[in-house]
């Protein structure tokens, strides 16, 4: 499979830059699993569409500000993202320099901080918090990682609206974007109309927006990110599975987490790394819906609902999303797919 299969025509325009004026005030694009019909909806509808009984997975993870801007110790300009936290005043980062720094170097941190840098791994860069206490350091001077295609600097209302209500684990440089729709209202609604919840934990890094450029997709070689499923989370499956509900995952982080614990077959409790890569033709364990926000041309995430929704049925209704002028990606609306 190509690549190209799964590449759609979007006007810039359609690409959200700010978030809807309320969390829960987005467009909601309903599509058959199997049937591939397309309803339009709102996102407030969604408990409507829920039966008591399903089972919404939401990822609980924790966006950082994760963007540090500095200097090199010879005057040049420098941004550090952080990918992965390794520990309490160390993390693996990418650098953005015109020199790449050297090891043994320092970055200072604009607002106040300093930087060593230990080593490379790869494309990533090691780097140590001089004063310790590195997400004391990005709490106090850091700014939250909006994606590439937003293209603007971050404001105060990012803050908070590049973050989940129920966020709790901190760890990712990116939101799992499909719970930015969920307001406290919206989801004690769902709560009375007897649809139950389950949080996983997946560390959302910067790799999700990284490009598939292998021509045949089965040679890509996906990013690793840390999870975790509880053995609570993995009851409540087995309990709504064996109940005759649905389990429904909230983003395709949720996703990722879910069939990770199952991959020998039957969920299990999991925590560690995945690279698990689902594109059409994977046979879904555990889930049976999904909440998603809309997804990059010819990216990972895109063949994962092509996985779950046949690609015919996906770019059919990304098509019809493009022409009702749906809002597109992180900040944009929403589809339901069950």
């Not at 560390?203 to 609570?232: C, K, N, Y």
Request: net charge negative; hydrophobic share 40%.
């Amino acid at each position: 499979m190509k690549r190209t299969d799964f590449q759609y025509d979007l006007p810039d325009e359609l690409i959200a830059r700010y978030p809807a004026q309320q969390r829960s005030a987005s467009r909601l694009l309903c599509l058959g699993r199997s049937s591939g019909a397309i309803q339009d909806c709102q996102f407030q509808e969604l408990p409507g569409l829920l039966n008591a009984g399903d089972l919404l997975v939401f990822n609980n993870t924790k966006v950082i500000p994760a963007r540090l801007f500095g200097q090199k110790e010879t005057g040049g300009k420098v941004e550090v993202l952080v990918e992965r936290i390794t520990g309490e005043d160390t993390c693996l980062a990418h650098v953005r320099a015109s020199k790449s720094p050297k090891p043994g170097s320092k970055i200072q941190v604009q607002g106040g901080g300093e930087l060593l840098m230990e080593g490379r791994q790869g494309e990533l860069f090691l780097l140590r918090c001089e004063q310790g206490g590195l997400l004391d350091l990005l709490e106090r001077v850091g700014h939250m990682p909006l994606p590439p295609y937003i293209d603007r600097a971050d404001e105060e209302l990012d803050q908070s609206r590049y973050q989940t209500v129920y966020a709790q684990t901190p760890g990712a440089v990116a939101a799992p974007t499909a719970g930015l729709h969920f307001d406290d209202a919206l989801l004690k609604q769902l709560k009375e109309k007897g649809v139950n919840t389950a949080f996983v934990t997946l560390h959302v890094g910067a790799g999700t927006f990284q490009p598939v450029r292998a021509e045949d997709i089965r040679d890509h070689q996906m990013h690793s990110e840390w999870l975790e499923v509880s053995e609570h989370t993995v009851n409540l499956v087995k309990q709504t599975q064996a109940e005759g509900g649905r389990v429904i995952a909230v983003g395709t982080t949720s996703v990722r987490c879910l069939e990770t614990a199952a991959v020998e077959g039957e969920i299990q409790p999991y925590q560690g790394d995945t690279n698990i890569f689902i594109y059409p033709g994977y046979e879904f364990k555990v889930i049976d819906g999904l909440v998603t926000n809309f997804h990059l041309p010819e990216s990972t995430l895109i063949m994962l609902v092509s996985a779950l929704a046949g690609r015919g049925n996906v770019l059919n209704a990304y098509d019809h999303a493009v022409q009702q002028k749906y809002r597109f990606f992180s900040y944009g609306d929403a589809m339901f797919i069950a």
